[in-house]
T-cell receptor
Framework: SQQGEEDPQALSIQEGENATMNCSYK?????LQWYRQNSGRGLVHLIL?????REKHSGRLRVTLDTSKKSSSLLITASRAADTASYFC?????????????FGQGTILTVHP | GAVVSQHPSWVICKSGTSVKIECRSL??????MFWYRQFPKQSLMLMAT?????????EQGVEKDKFLINHASLTLSTLTVTSAHPEDSSFYIC?????????????FGPGTRLTVL
């Protein structure tokens, strides 16, 4: 199964700065999703971008998708200490995958107050 | 989004015992749920797809006789770790598949931390 790769593995920034995380994947997808996980907790769905979309916004989040490069990026603008968490991309291959998601390795984001 | 609960949130058991973890979809009828395992500082690995009223589909390398899945209703799936060993200690997370129009996504439970002594 495909495994997404994310970089950086860890990112440390100051409050107010922007945070950019990247995700690469290997096979064709139907959509790509970003999730957030606070330490020791479940995942929170942030945003979904379809394969025919190039950019999507949701509040302080901006996601881009480049299917030719098989990559996506998540930008968090004006970061806050409360944004500290792990962020994962997950790809949905569609078709007969029946909704299965394949997760990237994740980026640990630390926002210092 | 859908609200998903898991019970228990954490459990400690002795090696050789079996542990059952429940995953409930509180406000959505879920024909499909997924079970994941997450080791410390690692990503989520899909273990199996739980289908209401039929047998679960396991990912390669996951022992179906060790990780028993029962999806007896549209709101409940259970994962039983049989004869647990210390290497089974992990964070187990379930999710509910939501299909709405062209959108296919998942909502996750809060996870269950299993520690096998």
């Amino acid at each position: 199964s495909q495994q997404g790769e994310e970089d950086p593995q860890a990112l440390s920034i100051q409050e107010g700065e922007n945070a950019t995380m990247n995700c690469s994947y290997k096979t064709s997808i139907n959509n790509l999703q970003w999730y957030r996980q606070n330490s020791g907790r479940g995942l929170v769905h942030l945003i979904l971008i379809r394969s025919n979309e190039r950019e999507k916004h949701s509040g302080r989040l901006r996601v881009t998708l480049d299917t030719s490069k098989k990559s996506s990026s998540l930008l968090i603008t004006a970061s806050r200490a409360a944004d500290t968490a792990s962020y994962f991309c997950a790809t949905n291959a569609g078709g007969t995958s029946y909704g299965k998601l394949t997760f990237g390795q994740g980026t640990i984001l630390t926002v210092h107050p | 989004g859908a609200v998903v609960s898991q019970h228990p949130s954490w459990v400690i058991c002795k090696s050789g015992t079996s542990v059952k973890i429940e995953c409930r979809s509180l406000d959505f009828q879920a024909t499909t749920m997924f079970w994941y395992r997450q080791f410390p500082k690692q990503s989520l690995m899909l273990m199996a797809t739980s289908n209401e009223g039929s047998k679960a589909t396991y990912e390669q390398g996951v022992e179906k006789d060790k990780f028993l899945i029962n999806h007896a209703s549209l709101t409940l799936s259970t994962l039983t770790v049989t004869s647990a060993h210390p290497e089974d200690s992990s964070f187990y997370i379930c999710s509910v598949r939501i299909l709405a129009g062209r959108t296919d996504t998942q909502y996750f439970g809060p996870g269950t931390r299993l520690t096998v002594l």
